[in-house]
């Protein structure tokens, strides 16, 4: 699971993976829920972990796959809200950042993110 945030000028705030898979790449900060954990509850932890910011989540934007020879990983993307703090990179994550849309496929994107984000009506600057 994981947390579509955006700011108030529309930018996404995502994470370069620090761990295969696609470690280098950019995209959506989260990860795996634990024993115990509720789904909003994971996304809240792992946007924590990954960035310092405190969510709220909301809904669920959408379900997205990846799958390759190595695995198969099955994702909620849900939205979110900052709450509190500053950005900054933590846990898993090599780096943090606001980006528009120009500037994230530029830095490269995860496979699939784009794709993701325009199927499910997730606007950004550009």
């Known amino acids: 699971m994981g947390a579509v945030v955006r700011d108030d000028r529309r930018r996404l705030l995502v994470i370069r993976r620090g761990q295969p898979p696609m470690a280098g790449r950019w995209t959506l900060p989260g990860g795996r829920v634990e024993r115990g954990e ?9 946007v924590a972990e990954e960035t310092g910011l405190g969510v709220a989540v909301g809904p669920l934007v959408g379900v997205h796959e990846v799958v390759t020879a190595d695995h198969h990983v099955v994702i909620l993307d849900h939205l979110a809200e900052v709450t509190a703090g500053e950005p900054r990179a933590a846990s898993d994550a090599a780096d943090v950042a606001w980006m528009g849309r120009a500037e994230l496929e530029a830095a490269g994107p995860t496979d699939g993110l784009l794709d993701f ?10």
């Open 38 to 46: 509720t789904i909003v509850e994971a996304v809240a932890r792992e």
């Open 117 to 126: 984000l325009d199927r499910h009506g997730v606007e950004l600057a550009p």
